[in-house]
């Protein structure tokens, strides 16, 4: 009787043992997985910063910002061919004007 139970005893750890032996595998296979996750992450956002535009890109981009600049300078009400024009005085009155209304109206 004894020997059956120790017997059962070294059958009950070996079948611990095998569990704890299977659940170390799992986190070890999963802990890889993650660590390759974040290193392929990693390798994307270095590739991408990383990445020399090529001149023809930069070209492609250079004229839709020119046209931007135009498109806002000529559609501003207070544009002047001159950066250093008295007009930019003219919005600041504009935005004063504007504060004074509000204040008014609010009140």
Same mark, same amino acid.
Do not use: G, W, Y
């Given at each position: 009787m004894e020997r059956f139970e120790s017997q059962r005893n070294i059958a009950i750890q070996c079948n611990l043992l095998q569990v704890s032996i299977e659940k170390k595998s799992i986190d070890?296979?999963?802990?890889? @997985?993650?660590?390759?996750? %974040?290193?392929?992450?990693?390798?994307?956002? !270095?590739? /991408?910063?990383? &990445?020399?535009?090529?001149? $023809?890109?930069?070209?492609?981009?250079?004229?839709?910002?020119?046209?931007?600049?135009?498109?806002?300078?000529?559609?501003?009400?207070?544009?002047?061919?001159? @950066?250093?024009?008295?007009? %930019?005085?003219?919005?600041?009155?504009?935005? !004063?004007? /504007?504060?004074? &209304?509000?204040?008014?109206? $609010?009140?």
């Amino acid at each position: 009787m004894e020997r059956f139970e120790s017997q059962r005893n070294i059958a009950i750890q070996c079948n611990l043992l095998q569990v704890s032996i299977e659940k170390k595998s799992i986190d070890l296979q999963t802990s890889d @997985l993650e660590k390759i996750e %974040k290193r392929e992450k990693r390798e994307k956002i !270095e590739d /991408f910063s990383n &990445k020399k535009f090529e001149r $023809s890109e930069i070209n492609l981009l250079e004229p839709i910002d020119v046209e931007l600049k135009k498109c806002s300078l000529s559609n501003h009400p207070n544009s002047a061919p001159s @950066l250093f024009d008295d007009s %930019k005085k003219n919005i600041f009155d504009e935005v !004063e004007n /504007f504060q004074v &209304k509000l204040k008014k109206s $609010s009140a």
